[in-house]
């Protein structure tokens, strides 16, 4: 069950000063994610998911910048405030989680220091000995055994899927709305996976956590979210139900993401690839921005000249779409 | 059905690997760190070897030891019926021209003060192989092959993508027309739709070269996808061994069932009846090897059994190739 809308994210641009003139990066971004909802955004290298991430927690540093857009945390807009104001909301209502916990945590102090300061952080009042009390139980609830005696230790000490555990911990630690998770199990050997990818799913169950998760892998975004958005030099060009993108992919950059996964009931094909390169975001062309590399659009006059709207796909779920000028024939096709 | 031809190219029997490390054990002697245990395995020509496993399992030290960039301290290792490990280090270093990797970090691997062309020669002029007119037509074809204009030759690794310096690696590798490449993790650092490119670019180019491969591999649907034979390490241990599609279609070994069932898929009603969620983590074992099964403090089932925990389970046929160290072969399935 999902519930009220947690982060609404409107118009959203960021964009990076360079030598050759400016690179829109991220462009025109938005969606809402609620409480209970597991949403991913799925990009491959280049896409503009990471600077999406930075930008929606007010991490850009220059050159890049925020050029439009609101990003409303429970109704307050982040965007224009204050370092001060962000840290305050940083780690309290919204929080994230790294693909890397080693270079996250603090190598030379231990694992409760480090739980116990993010937790007096945000609650001034709570005593050193109760925040000790609330760090062993936040590793229990990340499931890391013999929680007591493992606050002791430090960073080094533990497994990587161990310390993924433990930046958990820290996420949650002051009961945050949302959590954002880069890549959180990008660096994590598949059985270990497995086990991040179920305790997230306690955690959304239980906490009624809203998970906006960011990552490469479609195969992981297809066991794990609800909602999945696909990015492409700078925008989201689809968004639907997990389910319903998987069964019949909208957008045909989406399509080829899916196929290029090596699929062992057609050993030995071929693989299906993209050709081409993602445009160079200084220079973005007049229509559509994948025409070039589009096995459906390429050359096409209407895919070449006019930049395909969201073309709104309601049977997909709530705020389902994609940009393509052939998007409700594609996402029709073969449908009774 | 794959099968093995009679004689293959590559044999492994028996391969371990024992490091030493820093700290001492009871009696004073250095303490041991069992990388790899009676690791065997064949390669037949012109088809591909995956090894799988997780961080930790051996499949690295594997690669390595099989090529002697390591030193192994146990078994044999023959290679078109040549003793690599009773080579001398001048006719090894002659030898390691039918043998070439490409590693995943091209970064790292490609020295970036060189060339391109300069990077593709190198393994030409070390074996001083043709003259300098004849190697630098060889570069030109060789970049040609994996798609290159040959005019980039002139320019450094940091000007290419990351599917672009692997291409290269490959270029680099294959220049000396090896019979057998060992590919670890080639394409795990890249986009999928890149990963697509060189996947198919080393099908195409095994086909040319009649090249065998040993792929070091963690992403198992890359492993089935790609590989003819499967080897399944576990904490320097096969765990089972046999054709791709037998062995994912049917594991008989509980790891492997339960890294099967671990794995997310994208393909609808492909997804595994359940997921099998191991407990626990990969952990190195120093000093005596325990007696039973090596995989037996994580597994669903054999945890709690006697014969599993006394009984080190041999590597034992279940089917035409198909090999698995498990008393109970195939009583978990995904």
Known sequence: MTGNVVLDIAGLSAEFATREGTAHVVRDVGFTVRAG????????????????????????????????????????????????ALKRVRGRSISLV?????????????????????????????????????????????????????????????????RQRVMIAIAIANDPDIVVADEPTTALDVTTQAQILALFDRLVARRGLALLMITHNLAVVANFCDTLQVMYAGRIVERGAVDAVFERPAHPYTEALIE????????????????????????????????????????????????????????????????????????????? | MSAVPARPLLEVRDLGKTFETTR??????????????????????????GIVGESGSGKSTAARALLRLIEPTQGSVTFDGIDLLALAPEPLRRFRRRMQMVFQDTTGTLDPRMSVGALIEEPLSVHRIGSGAERRAKVA????????????ARRRPHEFSGGQRQRIGIARALALAPELLVLDEPVSALDVSVQAQILNLLKDL??????????????????????????????????????SAALFGAPQHPYTASLVSAVPTVRRGAAPARRIILE????????????????????????????????????????????????????LAP
Do not use: N, W
């Not at chain 1, 600077?51 to 982040?78: E, K, M, S, Y």
């Not at chain 2, 069992?34 to 037949?44: E, Q």
């Open chain 2, 24 to 49: 001492r054990d009871a009696s004073g002697g250095r303490e041991t760190l069992r990388a790899l245990d009676g690791v065997s395995f064949a390669v037949g020509r012109g088809r591909t070897t």
């Open chain 2, 206 to 243: 095994q086909a040319e070269f009649a090249v065998s491969y040993v792929f070091i591999v963690h992403d198992l649907h890359v492993a089935e996808f790609f590989c003819d034979e499967i080897v399944v390490l576990y904490l320097g241990e096969v765990m089972e061994a046999g054709p």
């Open chain 1, 37 to 84: 909802e597991k949403v991913a955004i799925v990009g491959e290298s280049g896409s503009g998911k990471s600077t999406f991430a930075l930008a929606l927690l007010g991490l850009l540093d220059p050159p890049g910048r925020i050029a439009a857009g609101a990003v409303r945390l429970d109704g307050r807009d982040l965007v224009g405030l204050g370092e001060g």
């Open chain 1, 98 to 162: 790294f693909q890397d916990p080693m270079g996250a945590l603090d190598p030379i102090k231990t694992i409760g220091a480090q739980l116990v300061d993010t937790l007096r952080r945000h609650q001034p009042g709570l005593s050193r000995a109760d925040a000790r009390r609330r760090a062993a139980e936040l590793l229990r609830e990340v499931e890391v055994g013999d929680a007591e005696r493992r606050l002791d230790d430090y960073p080094h000490q533990y497994s990587g899927g161990m």
């Open chain 1, 260 to 336: 290029s996964i090596p699929d062992p009931a057609r050993r030995g094909a071929r693989l299906r690839t993209i050709e081409g390169l993602p445009p160079d975001l200084r220079r973005l062309p007049t229509g559509c921005s994948f025409e070039p590399r589009c096995p459906v659009g390429r050359g096409r006059p209407v895919c070449r000249t006019v930049a395909p709207p969201p073309v709104p796909l309601a049977d997909r779920g709530p705020g389902a779409f994609a940009e393509c000028h052939f998007a409700a024939e594609r996402a029709g096709e073969g449908a009774a």
């Open chain 2, 280 to 331: 626990g983590e990969i952990a190195p074992i120093s000093g005596e090897r325990p007696k039973g099964c090596i995989f037996r403090p994580r597994c669903p089932i054999g945890r709690d059994r006697a014969l599993c925990a006394d009984v080190r389970p041999p590597l034992a046929t279940t089917a035409a190739g198909h090999a698995a160290a498990c008393h109970y072969p195939g009583e």
């Open chain 2, 141 to 152: 074809s060789m970049l040609e092959r994996v798609g290159f204009d040959p005019a980039v």
